[in-house]
């Protein structure tokens, strides 16, 4: 069977073709794509594919955007680095979706779904895919304020002015680049849905920093990143070596 792989960063496309070479060699790789633009003109000029893999987030866009512009009759496996709405697109599709860093065993799963079932038809996969882009987060939705806990109030407090948000056990705690420090009480989860994807990253349970509060990365033991972040006294904060490559792509894009 033919796969076409949709996916914008170099790490993560080298990992998914060697996964899918150890798992399900029976399957044949057509190309790798990049970008929303080179995808649509991909399948406008090529036969489909029996599959595709393909990241959510790409270099000029969300890759729903494809669907508004071609026919995709071939089923989808969904992939994300950080984005839980990736949790919609399992809720609508009929294959799959896989967070990042991709699990051997959850990609090998995925490969029998598709084994195991008879594509949709187009019109059906058409429909849920249109359900889904109602779900979706537009760019202007991203927050843009956070509300914080001040003395027997809360404050409006412009994300601008946030260098990092933090885990205190079950206290979560927004400071800002002027070193004052609120109560916030979304978690670190919901925040991580609704923040700016392109200017916050989820570094690990205890932190999402924003890109212009980091200082200094070094690297550590076992593959992991050091990270030192400007106003912060916390000096272990760690990338995972797993997480490790998706955050140096975050970091040069």
Not at 22 to 48: Q, R
Request: net charge negative; proline share 4%; hydrophobic share 40%.
């Amino acid at each position: 069977m033919n796969l076409l792989l949709v996916e914008d960063e170099t790490a993560a496309a080298r990992q998914m073709q060697q996964l899918v070479q150890k798992i399900a060699p029976d399957y044949t790789l057509l190309a790798v794509l990049e970008s929303v633009a080179e995808t649509v003109g991909w399948l406008n000029t090529h036969t489909p594919p029996d599959l595709v893999l393909m990241d959510i987030q790409l270099s000029d866009g969300i890759s729903f955007d494809i669907f508004k512009q071609v026919a995709v009759t071939a089923p989808v496996i969904f992939t994300t680095a950080y984005d839980e709405y990736a949790l919609q697109a399992f809720k609508v599709n009929s294959i799959d979706y896989l967070l990042k860093p991709i699990d051997e065993e959850e990609l090998k799963q995925a490969f029998q779904k598709h084994r195991n079932r008879h594509p949709a038809p187009t019109q059906v996969l058409e429909q849920k895919i249109h359900q889904l882009l109602e779900t979706l987060p537009v760019a202007s939705s991203w927050k843009r304020r956070l509300l914080v806990k001040v003395h027997d109030g809360f404050e409006s407090l412009h994300l601008d002015d946030v260098a990092f948000i933090r885990a205190d056990g079950k206290q979560i705690f927004a400071q800002t680049i002027n070193h004052l420090e609120y109560l916030v009480d979304d978690s670190l989860d919901e925040l991580e849905k609704s923040l700016n994807p392109a200017r916050f990253y989820r570094l690990n349970r205890q932190y999402i920093v924003s890109i212009d509060s980091i200082e200094k990365i070094t690297t550590h033991f076992n593959g992991k990143l050091k990270i030192q972040l400007r106003r912060c006294k916390d000096n272990d904060i760690f990338v995972s070596r797993e997480k490790a490559p998706f955050f140096k792509q975050w970091l040069n894009e």
